[in-house]
């Protein structure tokens, strides 16, 4: 039986393992097929997961078009998150433009909305802080959104702790999304004892370690294009000698358990 988490102080409920779609589109190389996208989409509901993660700047766009298309058929039955407020430079490359304006906001979500088939998105996330928005007037504009009914309850990614006290006071925030794995523990050190004051649920991204914790990536692995890790430090060959130590250990224990090293 899939084990259910509740995301916050909100009456939105989930499966515990969620499903980020982030690669099947954008920062991992070459896109699959389409079709095969879809039937392990589908294929995943079917496992017992209801909770699906997409943003609008992955593709940009195609992404939460497959998303959408894909889940159609589970309209009601599945949560979907999405994100408002970075875009791309140059389309998938260059700098992160952060824009968080009321505008650009409700621009956004309309157009989710459309791609991604629904009346209302089930959890919506401020990409990332946009330092010129105040925090307090983008959960304004959010607040709006909700009694509006285009969107149910929103979430932060990757903010720090005075952003989501602020936040949180002006609208609940029901999810903070950020990165949290054996690799990369830092939420640890404030984050989690803030979420867990103010009853926000934490939702890791890259809990494999962008895939270094599969254990199927050594120092002679070769990023193709358009494939994120072939510029993160963690990747360079040096680096992933020193962690090896870690995947040993992983190794060790997976063996023990009778299983993977994910």
Known sequence: MTEIRRLGRSNLEVSAIGLGYMGMNHAYGPAPDKGEMIKFLRTAVELGVTFFDTAEVYGPYVNEELV???????????????KFGVAFEHGQTGALLMDSSSETIRK????????????????????????RVPIEDVAETVEDLIKEGKV??????????????????VLPVAALQSEYSMMWRKPEEEILPVLEELG????????????????KIDKNTAFGKGDIRSILSRFQ?????ANQVLLDLIGKIAETKKATPA
């Not at 959408?68 to 999405?82: C, M, N, Q, R, Y």
């Not at 929103?154 to 936040?167: F, K, P, Q, T």
């Open 152 to 169: 149910k309850h929103w979430g932060l990614s990757e903010a720090g702790s005075d952003i989501i006290r602020r936040a949180h006071a």
């Open 200 to 215: 926000i649920r934490f939702v890791p991204f890259s809990p494999l370690g962008n895939g270094f914790l599969t254990g």
């Open 108 to 131: 956004s979500v309309e157009g989710s909305l459309k791609r991604l088939r629904l009346d209302t998105i089930d959890l919506l996330y401020q990409h990332r802080v946009d330092i």
């Open 68 to 82: 959408g298309e894909a889940l159609e058929p589970f309209k009601g039955k599945v949560v979907i998150a999405t």
């Open 237 to 241: 060959s040096e680096n992933i000698e």
